[in-house]
Nanobody
């Protein structure tokens, strides 16, 4: 059974950092790409960062380039999103999603976690 579980969200001041985790089961990261998406209040789901299955290559939305870093630990079957220099506009629910192919559109992903809330506020 495929399962994704996010953790690591919380309340942080502007300029602070958080590390989100996406623990997966029922498949291995060598064969599934992972995407991180966010949904801010009143907005649709947006792609934040992606990591491919085969070579672990990464992609980032322009809004987070230089501030967020996606990585994976295949042995732990976990993908991380290190979020630095956080801004109030990063406030959203963050979800990880999995699919055998890397997609930038959320509608292409079949498997999703439950989401974790990130709030950036002073």
């Amino acid at each position: 059974q495929v399962q994704l579980v996010e953790s690591g969200g919380g309340l942080v001041q502007p300029g602070g950092s958080l590390r989100l985790s996406c623990a997966v089961s029922g498949f291995t990261l060598e064969y599934y790409a992972i995407g991180w998406f966010c949904r801010a209040p009143g907005k649709g789901r947006e792609g934040v960062s992606f990591i491919s299955s085969a070579d672990g290559s990464t992609e980032y939305a322009d809004s987070v380039k230089g501030r967020f870093t996606i990585s994976r630990d295949i042995a732990k079957n976990t993908v991380y999103l290190q979020m630095d220099s956080l801004k109030p506009e990063d406030t959203a629910v963050y979800y990880c999603a999995a699919d055998p192919a890397l997609h930038r559109n959320y509608s292409e992903y079949d498997y999703w976690g439950q989401g974790t809330q990130v709030t950036v506020s002073s």
